[in-house]
């Protein structure tokens, strides 16, 4: 099949990172050496990696982009987190790395080493967040949580079966912990300190850890799964992505490739608004790829999570959409 890929999208999440919060009672005495919520070196290392296999498909498979990078080719637009920022520079290094840079009159590389810097543009606080919403209307994420995510079955029964436990959890973690979503915080510590293998609260049991670390990424990967809430997260993330498509088609489209750096609510968020349930919360680094492929006069569209097909609902062959099957997607996120 003389297939040409002519236009690439990618979202990922950034990489490993601190805990959001330090425990209250100090049970913990590790430090993490950049700082709460910050990147860590491994996380670095993720979305470093993360861009070196970017360039194996898009530079040397696909041969989308050059080898060398090429002005208003791509794209880069990240939330205005440090963790989010740095992934993305560290994403872009390994999409163009060392000894691709620009060079002097003399033959010097301008940069030592030969490092290619690449704009990185940042949404402001104040500005519509088309990559995680919460940013810009924290209030409404808070409405539809309580409106919408907390109401639903799974969730209920959830909480039901963890409620002996919420008791212990608070004396243990200093914070008060009478529902589901008030594990969000010292979950997240847990999972940041599982991960890394540093030791956990002396009071948690092996079952304990087991329970809350499940609950955390239960919270994370079900609160946006309610549609008025997916319409919220990704309406603009998805009504912008449909239109850089549908400009890939007719030849007004200025880059070849964009590229977001964000979170795990992000794509989460985005699936469920295509109506492609995920089945897990998007680990470190994960990345969700759109691609416009051309074969003669016909346009489609593949999409991977990880390197795996995403399916749709749509009535086309199952990982290949035809273009205006995808385009009608966009129904997924737009009010009634």
Same mark, same amino acid.
Request: hydrophobic share 35%; with cysteine.
């Given at each position: 099949m003389n297939e040409k890929l002519i236009f690439?999208?990618?979202?990922?999440?950034?990489?490993?990172?601190?805990? $959001?919060s330090e425990l209250k009672k100090k049970q913990?005495? $590790?430090q993490w050496p950049n700082g709460i919520a910050q990147l860590t070196p491994k996380g670095m290392r993720q979305t470093y990696l993360l861009g070196t296999e970017l360039r194996k498909r898009? !530079?040397?498979k696909y041969h989308l982009l050059s080898a060398m990078y090429k002005k208003d080719t791509i794209y880069t637009l990240s939330t205005s987190y440090p963790r989010t920022i740095m992934s993305a520079?560290?994403?872009?290094?390994?999409? $163009?790395?060392?000894?691709?840079g620009p060079k002097l009159a003399d033959g010097s590389f301008a940069v030592p080493d030969g490092y290619q810097p690449i704009p990185i543009y940042t949404i402001g606080k104040n500005k519509h967040n088309i990559i995680?919403?919460? @940013?810009?209307?924290?209030?409404?994420? +808070?409405?539809?949580?309580?409106?919408?995510?907390?109401?639903?079955?799974?969730?209920?029964?959830?909480?039901?079966?963890?409620?002996?436990?919420?008791?212990?959890?608070?004396?243990?973690?200093?914070?008060?912990? @009478?529902?589901?979503y008030d594990i969000l915080l010292p979950g997240d510590t847990v999972f940041c300190l599982s991960e890394h293998g540093l030791p956990m609260p002396k009071d948690l049991t092996s079952e304990d850890i087991g329970k809350i670390i499940d609950a955390y990424l239960y919270v994370c990967l079900t609160r946006t799964a309610p549609k008025t809430f997916t319409r919220f997260m990704a309406h603009?993330?998805?009504?912008?992505?449909?239109?850089?498509?549908?400009?890939?088609?007719?030849?007004?489209?200025?880059?070849?490739?964009?590229?977001?750096?964000? +979170?795990?609510?992000?794509?989460?968020? !985005?699936?469920?608004?295509?109506g492609a349930t995920p089945k897990f919360n998007p680990p470190y680094a994960s990345h969700l790829d759109f691609e416009l492929y051309k074969q003669e006069n016909n346009y489609y569209i593949k999409v991977f999570l990880n390197g795996d097909t995403v399916k749709f609902p !749509?009535?086309?062959?199952q990982g290949s959409y035809k273009f205006e099957s995808f385009l009608n997607l966009y129904k997924y996120t737009r009010s009634n």
């Open positions: 690439a999208v990618t979202l990922f999440r950034h990489g490993d990172r601190a805990p $959001y913990v005495s $590790y898009y !530079i040397d520079q560290c994403c872009l290094t390994g999409l $163009y790395p060392m000894g691709t995680n919403p919460e @940013n810009s209307d924290n209030n409404e994420y +808070h409405r539809l949580l309580d409106t919408e995510s907390k109401i639903q079955p799974d969730w209920i029964q959830k909480d039901k079966e963890l409620a002996e436990d919420y008791k212990k959890w608070s004396e243990i973690f200093g914070v008060k912990i @009478n529902n589901l603009g993330f998805v009504k912008k992505l449909c239109s850089d498509i549908l400009a890939a088609t007719n030849g007004t489209q200025k880059y070849k490739y964009m590229l977001y750096s964000g +979170h795990d609510i992000s794509i989460v968020s !985005i699936m469920y608004a295509l !749509i009535d086309d062959n």
